[in-house]
């Protein structure tokens, strides 16, 4: 039986890759203040790093980003919906009385 230890290597690609894509989606100001509420003074990256660790790794956090990024979508595109809804019926009802007048 062979018993295999973390992979080092593997390791810091994984939490290189999750700083990476928390920077590019813009999330790095939340990171740096869930750290601070786990009671670290981290930023950046190395917040990153912490928040990964707590939450049980790179793969546990590469999933709650893409859930995350999923759900704001999602809830973007229904606040949109919404909007434009809403705005057809004032248009609606605008453009009907302007041309009665």
């Given amino acids: 039986?062979?018993?295999?230890?973390?992979?080092?290597?593997?390791?810091?690609?994984?939490?290189?890759?999750i700083a990476s894509a928390v920077s590019n989606l813009g999330l790095g100001g939340l990171t740096t203040t869930i750290a601070s509420i786990?009671?670290?003074?981290?930023?950046?990256?190395?917040?990153?790093a912490v928040v990964t660790s707590a939450v049980g790794g790179p793969v546990v956090m590469g999933a709650l980003i893409a859930g995350g990024t999923t759900a704001t979508a999602y809830g973007t595109y229904k606040l949109g919906e919404f909007s434009v809804k809403k705005l057809g019926k004032w248009a609606s009802s605008y453009c009907t009385v302007q041309s009665s007048l």
Avoid: Q
């Fill in 38 to 48: 786990m009671g670290s003074n981290a930023a950046g990256a190395a917040a990153t």
């Fill in 1 to 17: 039986m062979n018993l295999r230890f973390y992979d080092f290597e593997t390791l810091e690609k994984g939490y290189a890759g």
